[in-house]
């Protein structure tokens, strides 16, 4: 760790917390300050300290908006205090939604893989394929995400698979337009050396193109896992979800228990957190490898 | 009394022209360009910007088409003649691939041709010794100087059994000091492996020090003005560059450029 790391990097972002932190309790008061009265005013409690008032409206059960510690100690609890298998334990949402977010991520990035060789390699395709692409993400998930779970549904394909298709979906675009992009970044110069040594289209593919395209791909591998994640947890919204980030957050928001909404909603943070640092680390690796200069 | 065999015609053009189509019309690149390599030539193609240098190496190379006239590069097409592997190219710019090491750079014609590993090694060792790289391998392109980088990507020319090479103002870009050295080690390196140099430069002395012909090019049509057989010994040391015989050649050089109109237009 370098010398100046602390001032220059933690700092900054600790001094945000604690604002984002202090500006979310001040929040909290003040949204639930009504109820609070009213439940107050019911359970004749007529005169009480501030403090005393204060400390209840951050202590409701269902508030309208709960408090930092609430919050942290709802997603302890269900995250290291409870079986993994059980029901309650976040660990247990969070794996049903990362299995299917990386079967998706997996099949969007050898989709995207694919449609951008084609494209990159057959000039018919480069015309046709690519509008079609583009307009289908135009399409918003939310449309489609409830047609895929429910058609599947119809032919006894429930689970993990049409919530993967929708994360591939959503994934595989980032990753054929930063690959189309990447496979053509070789610059005419590499381009022309590799014609004065008579090499094949194979040849050149392998060892000019696909080098060349790797950190375009892990570019755009970040934001397809990023993608992915989401369109899981949307995936799981529609119906018949019985477990995965997307159901905590159902659940949450019918039952009105907006501390374990909020719990989830720091799951799927975390998760997508992780993630992106994952596949950031792998891309870190593979440039070292591949006589990356060090920053 | 002579043993050699009969020098033989590496690279002939005969009215040879080129005209690029562009959206502001016709760029007359290259036109009547007669010429002849003989094997065993150094040739250094001299000419201020614009003229048809690149071009012309580039046809000789198949990397541009000719659209008027003949050439021949080894007796053949220049597609024939690339597609048989008959040459190696030295760009202007080092144009190394940045995720391979220096010898895996070297490797990389080696890998496209199909040599055996074994020949690989031993012929990546051989050139990186031939251009002064030995234990530099390992780099990558980014840890080498300019110059340096240069020079493995003569070395990665030389990897093959292409008895042409063809360098475009592969020192263009290096200072006068490290250029001088390289020129020295160039001629070196031709006079052992007895290839036939095509050789493009902005510069007279470096034509002259360099080359057993000299070609005079000049631009708007590019074609050759004048070709100046040297009369220098094979073996130059760089003080040559101060005998009169050697001036009297740079004069000349320089009286054909300005014939051809060259400087005054610019
Ligand atoms: N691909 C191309 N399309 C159109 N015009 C071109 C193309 N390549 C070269 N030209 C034109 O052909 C002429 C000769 O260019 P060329 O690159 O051969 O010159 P050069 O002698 O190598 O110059 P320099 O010393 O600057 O490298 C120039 O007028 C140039 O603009
Ligand atoms: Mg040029």
């Not at chain 1, 298998?85 to 990035?109: D, E, I, K, Q």
Request: with cysteine; net charge positive; charged share 20%.
């Amino acid at each position: 760790m370098k010398p100046d790391t602390l001032t220059q990097r933690i700092l900054p972002v600790v001094t945000i917390l604690l604002v984002i932190v202090a500006v979310w309790y001040v929040a909290a008061v003040f949204m639930n300050a009504p109820f609070q009265r009213d439940l107050d005013r019911r359970a004749n409690i007529a005169t009480s300290k501030p403090v005393d008032f204060i400390e209840r409206t951050l202590s409701q059960p269902k508030p309208v908006l709960p408090a930092p510690h609430q919050v942290v100690s709802n997603v302890f609890e269900n995250t290291f205090l409870r079986r993994v298998t059980s029901n309650r334990s976040l660990v247990y949402h969070a794996w049903v939604t990362l299995s299917s977010t990386v079967a998706g991520f997996t099949f969007g990035t050898v989709l995207g893989i694919l449609i951008a060789v084609g494209i990159v390699h057959v000039k018919a395709l480069d015309r046709s394929l690519m509008p079609w692409i583009i307009a289908s993400q135009t399409v918003p998930i939310l449309a489609i995400a409830p047609m895929v779970i429910v058609v599947l549904a119809a032919v006894n394909i429930t689970g993990l698979i049409p919530k993967a298709l929708i994360s591939t979906y959503l994934s595989f675009f980032p990753v054929a337009v930063g690959m189309v992009k990447g496979l053509r970044s070789p610059e005419l110069i590499q381009l022309d050396l590799m014609r004065t040594y008579h090499a094949s289209a194979a040849q050149t593919f392998w060892k000019l193109r696909v080098p060349a395209s790797i950190p375009f791909l892990f570019t755009s591998m970040k934001v397809a896992i990023a993608a992915s994640l989401v369109g899981a947890i949307v995936g799981e919204m529609p119906t018949g979800a019985v477990a995965g980030i997307g159901r905590k957050l159902l659940d949450g928001s019918y039952y009105s228990q907006t501390i374990d909404l909020f719990a989830a909603l720091i799951a799927a943070s975390v998760l997508a957190a992780a993630l992106v640092t994952i596949v950031g680390l792998a891309a870190k690796i593979v440039d070292r490898a591949m006589g990356g200069r060090p920053a | 009394m002579s043993l050699s065999p009969p020098p033989f015609s590496v690279v002939s053009a005969r009215k040879l022209g080129l005209t690029f189509e562009t959206n502001d019309g016709p760029v007359h690149a290259l036109s009547n360009v007669d010429l002849e390599v003989r094997k065993g030539d150094f040739v250094s193609f001299i000419g201020p910007s614009g003229c048809g240098k690149t071009t012309f190496l580039r046809v000789i190379a198949d990397l541009e088409k000719a659209t008027a006239g003949e050439i021949t590069v080894n007796g053949m097409t220049p597609e024939e003649a690339r597609k048989s592997r008959s040459y190696g190219y030295v760009f202007q710019a080092p144009a190394l691939y940045p995720w391979r090491t220096i010898e895996k750079n070297i490797a990389l014609p080696l890998e496209i041709m199909g040599y055996s590993a074994a020949e690989r090694r031993s012929r990546i060792e051989r050139t990186l010794d031939l251009v002064n790289l030995s234990g530099f391998g390992k780099k990558y392109p980014w840890q080498l100087s300019g110059g340096m980088q240069q020079r493995a990507s003569i070395a990665r020319a030389l990897a093959f059994d292409a008895d042409l090479l063809l360098m475009d103002e592969p020192f263009g870009a290096l200072d006068e000091i490290v250029r001088d050295h390289l020129n020295e080690q160039l001629l070196k390196l031709w006079a052992r492996t007895e290839k036939t140099i095509c050789f493009v430069t902005h510069s007279i002395p470096e034509a002259v020090y360099l080359s057993t012909k000299i070609v005079v090019m000049s631009p708007r049509p590019g074609r050759v003005t004048d070709v100046i057989e040297s009369t220098l010994p094979a073996e130059r040391p760089l003080e040559i560059r101060e005998t009169p015989e050697f001036l009297e050649i740079a004069q000349r050089v320089r009286e054909g450029l300005r014939a051809g109109h060259s400087y005054e237009e610019q």
